[in-house]
């Protein structure tokens, strides 16, 4: 398990595609489950305190799997003592959060989807989509959902777990129903050739992050967003800052410089000194919270299923 302290919720909230998300569940104990499709089949995990411990069980033929990867998962081999704040923001943050770990999955696709999902829509839209095609091509989790679904009990939420569709299933699902989930042409079929490139692009999880980004990018329709997205989360890079994001060069901005408007490039100027660890940069200034007032208009939600 990773040396000192360790939040839960910091390093695994990352995984969590919205409040809904079929794949993610937080139980009214605080227990973190998850649902997903490791290198031996579906999984789930059970991930909770005991005091100062940390405590998991895992069901299904992936189980195993993901207990062998819990402490990379937690944040194991991620190294904050390399980080050296240069801003006072920066400084207070990394301060309040010494738990700050950033998590490694070791599973690709199963962050480059919705990566791709969320492509130039709302959050909101993005995480329907997501919630829609686990509920209707994905399957039950693996684990106790026997028990009644009320409450925090562990069937109770593994009930309600859904394992991502296999690279074959991904594929394999119709225009219309992409068209349904209120996923866009472009996307579905970004998404469907990720899928059939699922084993080359899996390889990369144990890439070094360059190299990583770039098999990615084979992949029409996998630019530098979309990379970094997924990189964060599969091989825990702690230096995948995210470029092309609406709001992200914007909020780095003010909240070190007090300037509005900022761009990629500014951002990556700002960010130049924590070169190795911009992603743990950037993520401390989104846990300070200092973020400037919305000016533009929020993009709307748009219906797919209408055109």
């Not at 709001?247 to 509005?260: D, E, F, K, S």
């Not at 000194?273 to 709307?300: D, I, M, N």
Request: overall charge positive.
């Amino acid at each position: 398990m990773p040396k000192g302290d360790l939040h839960l919720g910091l390093a695994l909230g990352p995984l969590r595609r919205g409040p809904g998300d079929p794949a993610f569940r937080v139980g009214s104990d605080g227990a973190v489950w998850r649902a997903s499709r490791t290198p031996d089949g579906p999984g789930t995990i059970r991930i909770a305190r005991d005091g100062a411990e940390v405590v998991a069980e895992a069901w299904g033929p992936g189980g195993p799997w993901l207990l062998d990867g819990l402490p990379a998962l937690l944040g194991a081999d991620d190294d904050p003592s390399v980080f050296v704040p240069r801003h006072r923001l920066v400084h207070e943050a990394h301060r309040r959060y010494p738990g700050l770990r950033l998590c490694r999955t070791g599973l690709v696709l199963e962050s480059l989807i919705p990566s791709i999902l969320e492509q130039k829509v709302t959050s909101d839209e993005a995480y329907r989509g997501w919630r829609l095609l686990l509920q209707r091509f994905g399957e039950p989790a693996p684990g106790p959902a026997s028990e009644d679904s009320g409450g925090g009990g562990r069937g109770g939420v593994s009930g309600r777990l859904r394992v991502m569709p296999d690279p074959r299933g991904w594929a394999m699902i119709p225009s219309w129903e992409w068209h349904k989930a209120g996923v866009d042409a472009k996307r579905a079929e970004t998404v469907i050739r990720a899928a059939r490139a699922a084993r080359r692009l899996e390889e990369a999880a144990g890439m070094p992050s360059a190299e990583a980004a770039a098999r990615l990018r084979l992949i029409p329709g996998i630019g530098p967003w979309t990379a970094a997205e997924t990189l964060q989360r599969s091989n825990g890079c702690p230096d995948a800052v995210t470029v092309g994001d609406l709001h992200l060069p914007g909020i780095v901005g003010y909240a070190l410089t007090g300037q509005r408007g900022l761009d990629d490039a500014a951002m990556l100027e700002l960010l130049e000194p924590y070169a190795g660890q911009r992603h743990r940069a950037a993520r401390l200034v989104l846990l300070s919270g200092r973020v400037p007032e919305r000016r533009a208009p929020r993009f709307s939600v748009r219906d797919f299923r209408a055109m």
